[in-house]
T-cell receptor, first 110, second 115 residues
Framework: GQNIDQPTEMTATEGAIVQINCTYQTSGFNGLFWYQQHAGEAPTFLSYNVLDGLEEKGRFSSFLSRSKGYSYLLLKELQMKDSASYLCASYSGGYNKLIFGAGTRLAVHP | SAVISQKPSRDICQRGTSLTIQCQVDSQVTMMFWYRQQPGQSLTLIATANQGSEATYESGFVIDKFPISRPNLTFSTLTVSNMSPEDSSIYLC????????????FGDGTRLSIL
């Protein structure tokens, strides 16, 4: 089967660091994606991991452990504009089908 | 990344009618997809739009309800047929170029409300 799990909601303080976890079980794993989606807008691509380890992109980093079926998105120096839903997604069965988790709604408070 | 234009951006429709949503990309792309996002939920893949052949539908979605066209490598349409209030949702077009490290990119979506 295919399953992607992530927490439903998280809150954090402006300037802090937050880690959003994602566990997955997909057939024919071909990499893991993170998307950001602000309310009322389309998802935008943040990061892609296909090999184990940490990928850093400015304030955002993403980590993957294929043996554990686990990924996380790390957001540093949080800003109010980071309040959004963060979607974990994985290609399954080749490069055709992108399966999404339910998303984690992050609220950043002053 | 590709620029994806989706039309209409929103619509309010009567029960029993049909609406066709268009997705235009500014460059040739290998893969085009249609997703649905119901209120407060994540994205569910409806189908893969195949150029020159019938779309590949996911479980729970059928061609009679969601006919899809893809006449070339830059354009696709999704029709939501015989609409009911349960079809109220955001419909999103996405595209990708097949290959390693290629994410899908999304259009702005069509917000559909059925009365």
């Amino acid at each position: 089967g295919q399953n992607i799990d992530q927490p439903t909601e998280m809150t954090a303080t402006e300037g802090a660091i937050v880690q959003i976890n994602c566990t997955y079980q997909t057939s024919g794993f071909n990499g893991l994606f993170w998307y950001q989606q602000h309310a009322g807008e389309a998802p935008t691509f943040l990061s892609y991991n296909v090999l184990d380890g940490l990928e850093e992109k400015g304030r955002f980093s993403s980590f993957l452990s294929r043996s554990k079926g686990y990924s996380y998105l790390l957001l540093k120096e949080l800003q109010m504009k980071d309040s959004a839903s963060y979607l974990c997604a994985s290609y399954s069965g080749g490069y055709n089908k992108l399966i999404f988790g339910a998303g984690t709604r992050l609220a950043v408070h002053p | 990344s590709a620029v994806i234009s989706q039309k209409p951006s929103r619509d309010i429709c009567q029960r029993g009618t049909s609406l066709t949503i268009q997705c235009q990309v500014d460059s040739q792309v290998t893969m085009m997809f249609w997703y649905r996002q119901q209120p407060g939920q994540s994205l569910t893949l409806i189908a893969t739009a195949n150029q020159g052949s019938e779309a590949t539908y996911e479980s729970g979605f059928v061609i009679d309800k969601f006919p899809i066209s893809r006449p070339n490598l830059t354009f696709s349409t999704l029709t939501v047929s015989n609409m009911s209030p349960e079809d109220s949702s955001i419909y999103l077009c996405s595209v990708s170029v097949r290959g390693e490290n290629q994410p899908q990119h999304f259009g702005d979506g069509t917000r559909l409300s059925i009365l």
